[in-house]
C-alpha cells in the first residue's frame, strides 16, 4: 500500500454503518455499495455513496479495488442518482482524499449534492 494511504480503521463510523451498528437513512443498496443521505447535508440534496469493501479513500480503492467492485460501485452511484431524481436537474460528485481534501471519515464516500443550483465548482481561491 502506498504510505500516503493511511491503514483502514475498521471502526470508523462508516464501517459501523456497513455493520448495522448506527442506523442510517437508507436511499440504495446492492451487493457493492450503500448510499444514505449526510447526517449534517450541505444542500437540499446530500446522499453518501460508499462502497461495501474496506478503503481509506479514492487513492486506495482504484490501487486494490478489483474491476467488479469498481464497477459495481460507479454503477451504484448512477443508480442512486436516478432514485434520487437529480439526474435531469443536475448533481455533483464529491470524493476528499487526504488532509488538504479534509476528508473527515476514512472510508471511501462519494458526496452526491443536488436538488438545487450549486454555485461554482469550489468555494476557494485558487493559489499560484
Ligand atoms: P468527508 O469530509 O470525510 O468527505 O465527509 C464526511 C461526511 O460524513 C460529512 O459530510 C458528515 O456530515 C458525514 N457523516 C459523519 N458522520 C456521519 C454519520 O454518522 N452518519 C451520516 N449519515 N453521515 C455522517
Known sequence: MSAAVAAYDVNNIFARILRGEI?????YEDEHALAFHDISPQAKIHVLVIPKGAYV?????SAKAGDKEI???VRAIGRTAEM?????SGY???ANHGPNSHQEVPHLHVHIFGGQA???M???ERKA
Open 71 to 73: 464497477a459495481g460501485f
Open 57 to 61: 479513500s479514492m487513492a486506495d480503492f
Open 122 to 124: 469550489l468555494a476557494v
Open 92 to 94: 455533483r460528485l464529491l
Open 23 to 27: 442506523p442510517c437513512k437508507k436511499v
Open 118 to 120: 450549486l454555485g461554482r
Open 84 to 88: 434520487l431524481g437529480v439526474v435531469e
